[in-house]
């Protein structure tokens, strides 16, 4: 098991800004693609942004512009920043890890944006 722990979630009024981090073992991270998906109610879990172990990202479109996925291998950490945000941006935010086949998730953290 990897255990992947989120933080950083919270409360923000739109057009704010918010910074998500998810911390995992130094084994498991060096290679892994490392990602952030969330769901909010009623819909499906939806990816919004990945880093291959190399750096190289992709996002989803709805948030190309405004979120930042980072990692700093020092820290076994992928961080998500999200800027200028939106009320459909509220959900429940996942780390998630993937290595050779392996794949964990982390506990959620929820992000509220208020109009």
Not at 20 to 46: D, N
Request: hydrophobic content about 30%; charged content about 15%; proline content about 2%.
């Amino acid at each position: 098991q990897v255990q992947l722990v989120e933080s950083g979630g919270g409360l923000v009024q739109a057009g704010g800004s918010l910074r998500l981090s998810c911390t995992c073992s130094s084994t498991f991270f060096r290679l892994a693609t490392m990602g952030w998906y969330r769901q909010a109610p009623g819909k499906q879990r939806e990816l919004v942004a990945v880093i291959t172990s190399g750096a190289s990202t992709n996002y989803t479109d709805s948030v190309k512009g405004r979120f930042t996925i980072s990692r700093d291998n020092a820290k076994n950490t992928v961080y998500l920043q999200m800027n200028m945000l939106k009320p459909d941006d509220t959900a429940v935010y996942y780390c998630n890890g993937r290595k050779f086949g392996i794949e964990d998730w982390g506990q959620g953290t929820q992000v509220t944006v208020s109009s």
